[in-house]
């Protein structure tokens, strides 16, 4: 009995913890809901229920790039790729960089279940069915056929990552895929106004 409860005390804390909260399922769905006004098409988003971003890199660069800019380097404007509101909305409001910092420490979400707004289509994509797709034994193009063969239609396979909040701003890292040379990442940054979460942009980090 003591061995039972030494092992619900250790598991407690875990099990906590990887649960998500309510407001990050409302961040989420909003964002989603931006996405679908800016593709004008009713999409599914195929979510996976667990991400492990492992390269950091491009979220790094980032930083390094725009940590250039407040220093005045030459060159650095680069970094954001022709979204210069972002540029002015960091360089007045320097607390996202530790979020953003924070965020690659952290990029990994275990435990999605669908608690998305009800207007969303919505399907949760397994660790276990994500392997039968783009494991070792296929290839990509491979794993693409069958993926779009089980989610016909405008199917988005979709990644998320942990939210970095500081209970005013939020930023998270998200990605859409659609085929082995069909991609997008980006960060994504809220700002609570008064009780509610407003979508301020996306700071792109790769296409394909």
């Not at 039972?4 to 990887?18: D, E, K, N, R, S």
């Not at 060159?75 to 953003?100: A, H, Q």
Request: net charge positive; aromatic share 16%.
């Amino acid at each position: 009995m003591k061995a039972i409860l030494i092992a619900i005390v250790m598991i407690l804390p875990y099990t906590v913890f990887c649960q998500i909260k309510g407001d990050d399922y409302k961040i989420y769905s909003r964002y989603l809901t931006e996405l679908q006004h800016e593709k004008k098409e009713k999409v599914t988003y195929v979510i996976r229920d667990s991400t492990c971003y492992s390269d950091e890199s491009n979220i790094s660069d980032f930083l390094k790039g725009f940590r250039g800019f407040l220093k005045g380097e030459k060159g650095s404007e680069g970094v954001f790729l022709g979204f210069n509101y972002f540029r002015d909305t960091l360089k007045k409001d320097t607390l996202w960089l530790p979020l953003i910092e924070q965020l690659t420490q952290k990029l990994n979400r275990e435990g999605v279940e669908n608690k998305f707004s009800k207007k969303l289509r919505v399907s949760i994509l397994n660790s276990q069915d994500y392997s039968a797709y783009f494991g070792e034994r296929n290839y990509i193009d491979q794993g693409w056929t069958l993926f779009q063969k089980d989610h016909p239609g405008r199917s988005y396979l979709t990644e998320f990552s942990k939210i970095m909040s500081d209970g005013k701003r939020a930023v998270f890292y998200f990605s859409t895929s659609f085929g082995s040379l069909g991609g997008s990442g980006c960060l994504v940054l809220f700002y609570k106004d008064g009780v509610d979460w407003e979508f301020v942009g996306t700071i792109p980090l790769w296409l394909s």
